[in-house]
């Protein structure tokens, strides 16, 4: 199927947001639970929310978007963050903010996200002079209507030449389904994340893609 493949802006988050939370709530979805709230409608209002404050104040931030060319339907976006410097100690206040939980289910959820977010930069922290400066794939979905058909893929290799142009290499927490994917792109496996509560247990594998000319050597 013919897809067409453009950067994506703020007036896209509707159906990105609308296929993310249908994507990532059809499986295993811990993950999406302590970071956007308990269900899919809920959460399309935090995720939006967070997605507008990016836009405003992050010019890190790079979408791309997957589009059916017969029909207009989003198939798959991706968004990565461009750091060309890290600092391994800060983790930005938005990552703290899981209101949409409350009492001990809060702390829960406040828990496995300082947790899972420390391990990353616990790991990028590794490499480098206190760090490295990176692309981070923070996010990709397919469609569920569109998957096994090549968009997510497309998506990832066009973050991956991004990194080569760039020269750095590009990290990603890929969870257990994706990280098949990730192996064929040319990501190597550097830690696995794991964190339990009495709610939510979460693992991830934290994946690294060497820059061009690591590559080279």
Known sequence: MPFLFSPASAGDLDPIVAAMLLTFYAGPSAYSEVKWGPDPQGARAVAKAHFLREFRSEPTVRWMKAVDAATGQLAAALQLKIYPNFVPTIIAPWELDVDHWEGAEREQAQQCWMELQGSVNEQ???FGEGGEAHLR???LFTNPAYQRQGAGR???QWGCQLADHLDLPIWVEAS??????YAQC???E???SHVKTEKWEIARDIMRRPARAERDL
């Open 124 to 126: 990028i922290g590794r």
């Open 137 to 139: 794939l923070s996010i």
């Open 154 to 156: 497309h998506l990832v």
């Open 176 to 181: 257990l389904i994706g990280k098949h994917l």
């Open 186 to 188: 040319g990501f190597v």
């Open 190 to 192: 550097i830690a696995r």
